[in-house]
Antibody, heavy 126, light 107 residues
Framework: QVTLKESGPVLVKPTETLTLTCTVS??????????VSWIRQPPGKALEWLAH???????SYSTSLKSRLTISKDTSKSQVVLTMTNMDPVDTATYYC??????????????????WGQGTLVTVSS | DIQMTQSPSSLSASVGDRVTITCRAS??????LNWYQQKPGKAPKLLIY???SLQSGVPSRFSGSGSGTDFTLTISSLQPEDFATYYC?????????FGPGTKVDIK
């Protein structure tokens, strides 16, 4: 059974650094056909992809947030960590981690988010 | 980055209706388009991947089509549990992007 669970602070102050951990089970972070993404959703708004990491340590970041984000993984602990610096009230959102699965057999690799954590609401306020 | 748009932003429909949601990409993304359903307070759920492939366990009333820049999600006969918000997402670029969502509510 595949599960992902986000953990981290529920409240951070402006200018502080947010650290979120995604603990996964039911699959390995060393699986070449899988990765983990972080995605957020401000209250009442749309989903926004933030970053991902794959088994080979390939990483990618949202263009608009790249300077503030760092993603890493600890395969032995089955954890993926996201840090976001210089938090602002506009960063108030539910933060999700999601498994990326990779399918071959098409013109190129097909990626999709097939399992999601329950999400964790992070509020930025002084 | 590839921008995604969806139309309409919301719609009202009745149980049994056929519903179509459109998603458009700012450049050609071949068939690298996924659809998700999200209910209030819940994480999104994958419905369709690679534009037209139905995720395991998803009812067959959901279908997807399109390629290039224009895509559609169709619900052939809307059921009470289908009232939700639907998002498209491109995976042509690994800087993944989502559409703004389409909310389907009860007429």
């Amino acid at each position: 059974q595949v599960t992902l669970k986000e953990s981290g602070p529920v409240l951070v102050k402006p200018t502080e650094t947010l650290t979120l951990t995604c603990t996964v089970s039911g699959f390995s972070l060393s699986n070449a056909r899988m990765g983990v993404s972080w995605i957020r959703q401000p209250p009442g708004k749309a989903l926004e992809w933030l970053a991902h990491i794959f088994s080979n340590d390939e990483k990618s970041y949202s263009t608009s947030l790249k300077s503030r984000l760092t993603i890493s993984k600890d395969t032995s602990k089955s954890q993926v960590v996201l840090t976001m610096t210089n938090m602002d009230p506009v960063d108030t959102a539910t933060y999700y981690c999601a498994r990326i699965s990779l399918l071959s057999g098409y013109d190129g690799p097909v990626y999709y988010f097939d399992y999601w954590g329950q999400g964790t609401l992070v509020t930025v306020s002084s | 980055d590839i921008q995604m748009t969806q139309s309409p932003s919301s719609l009202s429909a009745s149980v049994g209706d056929r519903v179509t949601i459109t998603c458009r990409a700012s450049q050609s993304i071949s068939s690298y388009l996924n659809w998700y359903q999200q209910k209030p307070g819940k994480a999104p759920k994958l419905l369709i991947y690679a534009a037209s492939s139905l995720q395991s366990g998803v009812p067959s009333r959901f279908s997807g089509s399109g390629s290039g820049t224009d895509f559609t999600l169709t619900i052939s006969s809307l059921q009470p549990e289908d009232f939700a918000t639907y998002y498209c997402q491109q995976s042509y670029s690994t800087r993944f992007t989502f559409g703004p969502g389409t909310k389907v509510d009860i007429k």
